[in-house]
C-alpha cells in the first residue's frame, strides 16, 4: 500500500461532460502529478503541482486542468469530455517536484474512465 | 519518433527461463532511468533504478548504456509470478517521468 488513495475507482460519463477525479497524497508529501494511460500505452504526463500551484504540464490541452489543496490533496478535471478521454488516471505524490526524487513517486491504485 | 521505444511482446516463457528486455530513449540528456512493473489495469510500482555501472536486485539485472542510449532489463529464473508488464522510465528533468508502452511478459508454467 502506497498510501494514496484515489477517487472513485471506475467512472462512466458521456461525451461532452465534465468529471471530477480525485487523490489523497500519501502524508507529508507536498507535490502531487497527475498521468494518464491509454489502453496499451505507458502513462502520460498531465501536470504536476507542488505547494498548490501548477510546477509542469505536459502536452494536454486546457480542459485538463487541476487543483492542489492545503492539505496536499488533488483534483484532476476534465471539461467537454471526448471519447479518447477514456483511460486509466493516476495520481502520484511525492515529497519533493525536483528530478532527483521523481523515483520516489508513489502511484495511486487509480480511476478508470470510460466516455461514451 | 518516441521518446522511449519498446518492444511490447508478448513474451512468452516458460517458468525458469531467462528473459530479457531493451528500451531505448532519444533525449540524451536524460538523467535517471527505472524499470517499473505494473500488473493488468493497475498501478506502476518501481521494480528498480538502473545506474550506469549496473544494478542487481535478486533475479532481475538492470544496465545503462549511455553511449548508445539504451537500458535493459535481464530476468532470471522466471517464476510465474512475474507475468506483468515491465515500463522503461525515463527522467529528463523536466518534473515528470517518460513512459514507453511497456513489454508484456508471460509466464508459462
Known amino acids: 500500500e502506497t498510501g494514496v488513495t484515489q477517487s472513485p475507482t471506475h467512472l462512466i460519463k458521456t461525451r461532452g461532460q465534465q468529471v471530477t477525479l480525485r487523490c489523497s497524497s500519501q502524508s507529508g508529501h507536498n507535490t502531487v502529478s497527475w498521468y494518464q494511460q491509454a489502453l496499451g500505452q505507458g502513462p502520460q504526463f498531465i501536470f504536476q503541482y507542488y505547494r498548490e500551484e501548477e510546477n509542469g504540464r505536459g502536452n494536454f490541452p486546457p480542459r485538463f486542468s487541476g487543483l492542489q489543496f492545503p492539505n496536499y490533496s488533488s483534483e484532476l478535471n476534465v471539461n467537454a469530455l471526448e471519447l479518447d478521454d477514456s483511460a486509466l488516471y493516476l495520481c502520484a505524490s511525492s515529497l519533493d517536484p525536483s528530478g532527483g526524487t521523481n523515483e520516489k513517486l508513489f502511484f495511486g491504485s487509480g480511476t478508470q474512465l470510460s466516455v461514451l | 519518433r518516441k521518446e522511449v521505444e519498446q518492444d511490447p511482446g508478448p513474451f512468452n516463457v516458460p517458468e525458469g527461463a531467462t528473459v530479457a528486455f531493451n528500451c531505448t530513449y532519444s533525449n540524451s540528456a536524460s538523467q535517471s532511468f527505472f524499470w517499473y512493473r505494473q500488473d493488468c489495469r493497475k498501478e506502476p510500482k518501481l521494480l528498480m533504478s538502473?545506474?550506469?555501472s549496473g544494478n542487481e536486485d535478486g533475479r532481475f539485472t538492470a544496465q545503462l548504456n549511455r553511449a548508445s542510449q539504451y537500458i535493459s532489463l535481464l530476468i532470471r529464473d522466471s517464476k510465474l509470478s512475474d507475468s506483468a508488464t515491465y515500463l522503461c522510465?525515463?527522467?529528463?528533468?523536466?518534473?515528470?517521468?517518460?513512459f514507453g508502452s511497456g513489454t508484456r511478459l508471460q509466464v508459462q508454467p
Open positions: 522510465v525515463v527522467d529528463t528533468g523536466r518534473r515528470a517521468l517518460t
Open positions: 538502473v545506474y550506469s
